[in-house]
Structures are given as structure tokens and as C-alpha cells.
């Protein structure tokens, strides 16, 4: 079976220092959106949280070697890989949740990226969690 997804758009940050997790990042940037899909906005608005699933496009290809990570943080030991936020994953899939900003057309400004520029964006979902 092949699975294979196209970008939707790309993410764009000044930021060159990102934090390891959006929980807690406050660094902003823009969701830039393919233009066709702006429809897909209609009833988003600022002070939203979105879940944003990226691809993981700078990291190497996945080894079975890799089963078991050690974390930057903490002393905890290896762990696997399902029970970390590595980046080097058999899918390189990501998700960050963040705050919307403001709408500005196809670009949606948001808090909370820990995603480096030019990082291609998957899907975009609404953060239905309880505040």
C-alpha cells in the first residue's frame, strides 16, 4: 500500500531558535495556505486553537535501529520511539496545536509554532479539547 499526501501550504517564521514542543512555545509565525483552499477557513477565528499536522521534512529516513530513542530532556533513559515527540519517525508526521492570531486571506498568523520555516503543512484540524 502507498499512502501519499500533498502540502496544503507551508509554514513561515522569522525564528531561527524553536522551542522542542508547542506547549511550550510562545515564538509566532504564519500558516500560509494554497490559495484555493481559503474557503476551508470560513468560521476560523483569532483566539482559535487549530491542530496543525506537518511533515517532518528535514529528517532523515527511518531506521528499525531507531525503535528506541533518548530524549533531549531528562535523564529518563531510552524510550520508544511511539512514546516520544522525535522528529525522526517511521512516518515523519508531526502535530503542533497553536493560537490563532488574526486571518489575513490564505495566511493565518499564529502562537505556539515549534515548526521550522518551510515546513510543509498536512492538514489543519480544530483543537475540540475543553479549554
Not at 33 to 60: K, N, Q, T, W
Amino acid at each position: 500500500m502507498s499512502v501519499v499526501f500533498e502540502p496544503i501550504g507551508f509554514v513561515q517564521t522569522q525564528a531561527r531558535t524553536l522551542p522542542r514542543h508547542w506547549s511550550v512555545s510562545d515564538v509566532e509565525g504564519d500558516l500560509v495556505l494554497d490559495a484555493s483552499y481559503i474557503r476551508g477557513l470560513d468560521s476560523m477565528s483569532p483566539g482559535d486553537r487549530i491542530v496543525v499536522l506537518f511533515h517532518f521534512h528535514e529528517s532523515p529516513p527511518f531506521s528499525m535501529d531507531s525503535l528506541m530513542q533518548r530524549p533531549p530532556h531528562g535523564n529518563q533513559g531510552k524510550k520508544g520511539v511511539f512514546c516520544t515527540c522525535s522528529p525522526y519517525r517511521p512516518n515523519a508526521i508531526g502535530f503542533s496545536i497553536v493560537t490563532v492570531l488574526a486571518l489575513n486571506g490564505n495566511s493565518i498568523r499564529v502562537r505556539g509554532i515549534d515548526m521550522r520555516n518551510g515546513t510543509p503543512i498536512l492538514d489543519i484540524k480544530p483543537d475540540v479539547r475543553p479549554s
